[in-house]
């Protein structure tokens, strides 16, 4: 194997450790802001849960008053 070649070889390595290692980082950062929309969306749920039980009133299941 030429020095030129294993020259070049070692250069695309250390190019594709660099890319993974900035795909890593991407990912976490992703993560963690799919962590928080997820935090923030169930607080949302809850709260939609809570106002909705507060509003709707219970109502009986009766026949109308037209049967």
């Known amino acids: 194997m030429s020095e030129e070649r294993l020259t070049t070889l070692e250069i695309h390595a250390a190019e594709q450790d660099k890319t993974i290692e900035e795909l890593s980082g991407q990912i976490a950062e992703q993560w963690k802001t799919i962590e928080r929309l997820q935090k923030k969306l169930d607080a949302l749920t809850n709260r939609f849960l809570a106002l909705e ?8 299941v009766t026949k109308p008053p037209h049967w």
């Open 53 to 60: 039980e507060q509003t709707a009133p219970d109502v009986p």
